[in-house]
């Protein structure tokens, strides 16, 4: 348990929600549940163990927070998957089932030993959540029985369970307007980018909001830029000097640099694009031209009138012959 992820995006995820109150946010902000404001923050941890079996280490990765409601200080852990497949996991029902039972399993293993042999032990509350980033819509049932053939029948009998969606896709500027945490406003934001420049510009538009991250905020909002720039094929800029400038009119003038860069980059990728597909286009054409002359022209001809080297055009005919 605890692997680190390889996956670049699974790395910004988990790196958001080692923010705490991040995490407060999505859970008040995107899951809405209606006991969350119940929850005691102050009790929330982290936890470092991951419950993901090895068979999915690759597809998935899991954040998991532990903490206590205020009432009555009952026990409830958080189990955030995070699912950015661009194809809709329908065995996901079944896989939250193992995650959660090996949570248990943990639970009850750590558990004192005359503890939980009494009448009175209570197994945590466990709140499955899928957090969805990939393009396709979300079409998985959003519990466990409709896994089960005729589950119409069997009523309350069988083992069920509903867990939370969150659908990034889903956020705009008008839905997170009112995150309490800027880190996931801006990271769900993020989120809706096909190009870095949209991330960029994204950015950019909400400047402020940048500058007014706390540092622990920024490292983790500049390796979401890094992480995004290397998944879109970016340059490798330093953001370090843009998230320690505290005037929010250098900010905006700095993105603004980054961005052009950024789009001047991206035409002389077009353009050489372009010069390479016509060279390539040239070069099939001679190639053609050149097989069609190999019975009656011998190679140096050929060559001369194709541009092709001596060595290319051999190797053509010894193709040929």
Known sequence: MGEKTDNPHDTRMTELFNNKEAFISFIKDC????????????????????????????????VVYEG????????????????????????????????IVEILRDYYNSADVNERKRKNFKFPAVFPIVFYTGSGKWTTPLNLKEMFDGYENFGDYLLNFNYALVEAKGYD?????????????????FERSREFIEVLETAKKYKDDVASLNDEEKRIFGVALDILSEIHGGQGYNFNEILREKNTGRVDTMLAEVIANAKNYERNLVRKG????????????????????????????????????????????????
Do not use: C
């Open 31 to 62: 899951v809405k549940a209606d006991w969350a404001d119940d929850i005691d923050e102050d009790s929330l941890r982290r936890s470092p163990k991951s419950y993901v079996l090895p068979d999915f280490k690759k597809k998935h990765a899991d």
């Open 68 to 99: 206590e409601l205020k009432k009555n200080r009952r026990k409830v852990i958080f189990f955030i998957l995070l699912e950015n497949q661009s194809r809709v996991d329908y065995r996901m029902n079944y896989r939250l089932l193992l995650y």
């Open 173 to 189: 500027d008008e839905s997170v307007k009112d995150f309490r945490s800027k880190l996931l406003k801006l990271m769900m934001l």
């Open 274 to 321: 372009r010069v390479e597909g016509r060279a390539e286009g040239e070069k099939a054409k001679a190639v053609e031209i050149a097989k069609s002359l190999l019975d009656v022209l011998d190679v140096e001809t050929i060559s001369k009138k194709t541009k092709l080297t001596l060595k290319e055009v051999e190797a053509l005919k010894f193709k040929n012959d």
